[in-house]
């Protein structure tokens, strides 16, 4: 994390303590909604996507930073029960299977979580 021009601050690792970090990664403009991302810790592994599910394009949460299904081993979507991997954002289950989520840069340093923002 050489330059940190680069880098959005999203959160805190205390923040990751209800599930993920939700942000947005692009601004609501002329009444369009803003592109959204989030941020996890799987087995001790910081990852984040964008919080769109390729099958439709919408956001995959069924509550504010709720993201994983009831077992907590997958990431879920809340409309059609897809199930992705955490470790990769590749879809195991569901009608998006062999598509995978958008990943993103991210960082955890003692002062927070970082990501880099698609260009």
């Given amino acids: ?7 959005t601050h999203i959160g805190r690792a205390e923040d990751l303590n209800t599930g993920a970090i939700e942000f947005a990664l692009t601004a609501d403009t002329a009444g369009t909604a803003p592109q959204r991302g989030f941020a996890l810790r799987h087995d001790g592994e ?7 599910c390729p099958h439709l394009g919408i956001e995959l949460n069924w509550m504010p930073g709720r993201f994983m299904d009831s077992d907590g081993c997958f990431i879920q979507c ?7 991997l955490p ?9 998006c299977q062999g598509d995978a989520l958008t990943p993103l840069e991210v960082v955890e340093r003692p002062d ?5 923002p698609p260009e």
């Fill in 46 to 52: 910081m990852r984040a996507y964008v919080n769109q």
């Fill in 87 to 95: 470790k990769s954002g590749e879809c195991i289950a569901g009608p």
């Fill in 1 to 7: 994390m050489t330059d940190q021009r680069h880098w």
């Fill in 112 to 116: 927070g979580i970082y990501i880099r």
């Fill in 78 to 84: 809340a409309t059609h029960g897809a199930l992705f």
